[in-house]
């Protein structure tokens, strides 16, 4: 029998694409594409449409942290911090302001958030949360995630991760984001309802996608090594950092003994007194300055651990892609297993070992009437197989262009943000060493008085 059908060899090979152009216009054209499609029909999953998109006329903005005393779902009481969310609105009607709306969120309500936004849109590299509790610390600097340092820079982090989301093209859209903003109250039913968690794909079917998928694209597999590189980078750079900032914090306290010598020995010298109190003065304004130094470096080593955390963003859209092309495999060789099946049907030829086969030499050859009915069932169930593996193919060019659109974006982001963090980092060492400059040349003006 002939089968007017592509061959499913073909449709496995990975997706060719297109130059993409300048990433920004490739998405506009994907950000119109879902607009129009949209789902917003009242269920609580979809995408803003054109009319509601209103986040670019809005500021948004963590503004406080707050320690509370709850219960938890084991009816148990538990400690845990909530953050202050403030939206207010950048346009004035009528020459009057636009109140501030604000609600309160726990951390636990941003990562339900993230864990949605990761279903629904698998082909967009989605910003990461902000650390849960310290890693890479130097050991004088608390790693309690209740510390109010550690608080205050977990709630900076948490506002980027809503203004990256925000100024996401695709992202900024999504109806369950905008309720997150909005609705304080029922917002965890909502998403609940959407149904994400029975969306999502389990580990151990992306484990095993992973291990057997026959024709995986370069382009991913080369990413997700990528990924793998720029964590393990970054992880070596925080830890380098972590025992400089030790070093230098022992460096810094020392100095500290300076100013407690020179202030000892100023009481016993009457003419080199003078001298030597303002010299121990200024190396202890130079001991204490270290803290505030340190506190202010974590805000950078907060901005390479947040690249840390988007090289596991990466490698989820690598996991997904591998998953797509893993089902494809799947149904290409099961439409050609009962192609094989209907040709032999036909045919009553047998050219591989088949249960089948042994049954049929087992108790006789079917009547023509049971192998017709057979061969049309598997001709309805080929159709639907060319069909599906058809739609599997297009949804995996498509997945394809759409997410290489938004790694293309987020490249040009990463490039821009580490360059900006790693260039403030070493303005700020510099600055650093000036001052201790400064309190040397200040002590020998000091000695050279006396």
Not at 125 to 141: G, I, M, N, S, T
């Amino acid at each position: 029998m002939e089968q007017a059908s592509p061959d499913p060899e073909k449709l496995l090979q990975p997706a060719t694409l297109e130059p993409l152009g300048h990433p920004e216009a490739e998405l506009e054209s994907v950000v119109g594409e879902e607009a129009e499609g949209a789902r917003d029909d009242g269920s609580g999953d979809g995408k803003m449409t054109e009319n509601n998109f209103w986040l670019k006329k809005i500021e948004i903005s963590v503004s406080e942290a707050e320690k509370r005393t709850g219960r938890n779902a084991m009816n148990m009481q538990e400690t845990y911090t909530a953050y202050l969310i403030e939206t207010r609105s950048v346009e004035h009607t009528d020459g009057q302001s636009v109140l501030t709306d604000s609600l309160w969120r726990r951390y636990s309500e941003f990562e339900l958030l993230r864990n949605y936004l990761l279903v629904y849109y698998p082909h967009i590299v989605v910003p990461p949360l902000p650390e849960k509790r310290a890693e890479f610390v130097w050991h004088k600097l608390s790693a309690d995630n209740m510390d109010p340092d550690f608080v205050e820079r977990r709630r900076i982090g948490l506002e980027n991760f809503l203004l990256r989301l925000a100024s996401h093209p695709v992202l900024c859209r999504d109806r369950i984001f905008y309720l997150f903003l909005t609705q304080e109250g029922n917002w965890k039913e909502t998403v609940n309802e959407t149904g994400f968690q029975l969306k999502a794909d389990s580990r151990l079917k992306a484990l095993n996608a992973t291990f057997r998928v026959k024709n995986p694209d370069k382009r991913f597999t080369e990413l997700k090594h990528y990924s793998d590189e720029l964590q393990s980078v970054i992880s070596h750079l925080l830890r380098v950092r972590a025992r400089v900032a030790d070093r230098l914090y022992g460096v810094y306290k020392v100095h500290g003994n300076y100013g407690r010598v020179f202030s000892e020995w100023s009481a016993i010298e009457k003419e080199m007194g003078d001298g030597l109190q303002s010299a121990g003065h200024h190396m202890d304004v130079y001991a204490s300055s270290i803290d505030d130094i340190l506190e202010d470096e974590e805000h950078y080593a907060d901005q390479l651990k947040e690249y840390l955390f988007y090289a596991e963003a990466l490698r989820a859209v690598c996991r997904k892609h591998e998953l797509m092309q893993y089902d494809l495999e799947m149904a290409a060789q099961d439409l050609a297993s009962k192609k094989q099946q209907c040709e032999e049907l036909a045919t009553g030829t047998v050219r591989t070992f088949s249960l089948k086969g042994m049954t049929t030499k087992l108790f006789g050859q079917e009547t023509p009437e049971q192998r017709e009915a057979r061969i049309k069932v598997l001709e309805e169930q080929i159709n639907e197989g060319e069909q599906q593996l058809k739609s599997k193919n297009l949804e995996g060019r498509e997945f394809v262009k759409n997410a290489w659109a938004d790694i293309e974006r987020f490249k040009e982001q990463k490039n821009r943000d580490l360059k900006e963090a790693l260039i403030s980092y070493a303005v700020m060492q510099i600055s650093m060493c000036k001052k201790g400059i400064q309190v040397w040349t200040n002590a020998k003006e000091c000695f050279s008085k006396m």
